[in-house]
């Protein structure tokens, strides 16, 4: 049976359209997809995200477990910094993408995919060898809530002892709200800035209230999608699998070849020079039939990629996927055709991100 | 249209049938289901139409479904102000949003579609 978050009972009677995703009985929309995506691009939008996975590396050696399963370096983390990274495998290929967060007190934290959570903490625990580190799953005993959205901040000012506005993007604080320990990250998964909230699952219906009374508007998966496709984000089983390396997907920037030692890096020293592997492109349809996952990309009739995400975006209100393609291919102006069930379609290469925020 | 006066297919097609010409429609039901209705691909006037068969398809933000006629005949008619507000559907699904007419034959009837009752209960047991 799927496993259920703290605000399940919450989504169910608001009329949350509940969906299994990840192992996980998920809201994918309460109104409307395209009116909750646009609340996040103009206003606030608040996602249950207790479904991602919560690991804590406790012990004198878990900045080196870290380094070992990690493409990013998490030694050079300042203090409250939070990292994307990826979890290869030892061809390079990708097991997950990641958040690491380090802090000057306390253990480092790592949140997973959901679908990925368990095959993470059996890999850690496959590379821990007898080093001293004690990996936690605090998955289910907590909540995990984002707030995403222009008026995000300003929304949760005086919510916790911190603020948002002191921290930087991409920077957390161990904080408190109604006196027990909380989770206070400037991070996101929707192109909009927000925070996220980690708290324990007993404060996840009140954080969850509150913040609906201050206004934000909750908001199921079907948006959360359709804001990081927008956003040109890639989303684990879709953009990113085992069989496919950062390179091509254009996390190359994640990946520190200079830091040691870490599997999957020599494979990956190998495959960054291979011009012959796909390569992630953006795709905008000149009509407004959307290309789904799987659809292929024609170049003359010949098939040269295949479409991994892909919708009629809210926003800019177009046909746009994400897709690899040969890199013959990924020239920005490329003409190319996609299969959108039987009819070819017209297609072209466009930069990513489809959508980047208004700087404020 | 009331929808008491409307047959009902499996796949959530509404029909209306007046003399020899059967009103097509997408149900409440099936509209909701979707939301955010995004683009819908239509025949063409007299394209031939066979019960069962997709003679379109509905997309949302989220999925694409296909149309199934439930008649048999030639289309006459199609609903053009869609192809500009595909949001009609979902505004009006029994009227201003109406898909499709279909020239039937003669001593063509709807009785091998459901009663608004029969359909009723349909959706109550799609939903639990």
Not at chain 2, 62 to 78: E, M, N, R, W
Request: charged share 25%; glycine share 8%.
């Amino acid at each position: 049976m799927a496993l259920r978050t703290p605000l399940y009972d919450w989504h169910v009677a608001q009329g949350g359209r509940m969906v299994e995703f990840g192992g996980w009985d998920m809201p994918v929309q309460y109104s409307s997809i395209v009116e909750e995506h646009q609340t996040v691009r103009t206003a606030a939008g608040l996602f249950d995200i207790s479904h991602m996975g919560r690991l804590s590396f406790a012990g004198a050696d878990a900045l080196a477990l870290l380094q070992q399963i990690y493409t990013n370096n998490a030694a050079a983390l300042k203090d409250g910094q939070v990292r994307y990274g990826l979890l290869c495998n030892e061809r390079g290929g990708v097991r997950d993408d990641v958040l690491v967060y380090r802090w000057q007190r306390g253990c480092p934290l790592m949140v997973v995919n959901a679908a990925n959570r368990e095959k993470i903490v059996a890999w850690l625990a496959k590379h821990r060898k007898d080093r001293d580190v004690e990996v936690s799953d605090h998955t289910t005993a907590t909540c995990m809530i984002a707030v995403q959205g222009p008026q995000s901040l300003a929304l949760c000012r005086g919510l916790t002892a911190a603020d948002a506005d002191q921290l930087p993007y991409y920077f957390a604080v161990q904080t408190t709200y109604q006196n027990a320990s909380c989770i206070l990250s400037r991070t996101g998964y929707t192109g909009e800035d927000g925070v996220e909230l980690m708290v324990a699952a007993e404060k996840g219906l009140p954080l969850w209230e509150e913040l609906v009374r201050r206004g934000a508007k909750p908001c199921g998966l079907g948006a959360r999608d359709t804001l990081r496709l927008e956003a040109a984000m890639p989303l684990y089983g879709h953009e990113l699998t085992e069989d496919i390396d950062p390179f091509q997907a254009g996390l190359g920037w994640a990946v520190k070849m200079d830091k040691g030692d870490f599997i999957g890096r020599e494979a990956l020293l190998r495959r960054r020079k291979d011009a012959s592997l796909p390569k992630r492109v953006g795709l905008e349809l000149a009509g407004r039939r959307a290309a789904r996952e799987g659809a292929a990309v024609l170049s003359e009739s010949r098939a040269i990629g295949r479409v991994t995400s892909g919708t009629v975006t809210p926003t800019l209100n177009k046909a746009v996927a994400m897709a690899y393609v040969d890199p013959a291919f990924t020239a920005v102006g490329t003409i190319c055709k996609v299969d959108v069930r039987g009819k070819p379609e017209e297609a072209r290469v466009v930069p990513l991100p489809f959508y980047r925020r208004p700087k404020g | 249209m009331d929808p008491k006066t409307l047959r009902y297919a499996k796949s959530h097609e509404w029909a209306y049938l007046e003399g020899n010409v059967c009103t097509i429609g997408l149900t409440k039901f099936a509209v909701d289901q979707l939301t955010d209705i995004i683009y819908i691909d239509m025949p063409d006037i007299d394209d031939p139409v066979s019960t069962g068969d997709s003679f379109g398809e509905i997309e949302s933000v989220k999925a694409v479904s296909d149309l199934y006629s439930p008649v048999t005949g030639d289309i006459v008619a199609i609903n053009e102000k869609l192809e500009t507000d595909p949001t009609l559907i979902s505004s009006d699904p029994y009227g201003k949003g109406w898909l499709i007419k279909v020239k039937v034959e003669k001593d063509t009837s709807l009785d091998h579609l459901m009663t608004l009752e029969q359909y009723e209960k349909q959706i109550a047991s799609e939903e639990h």
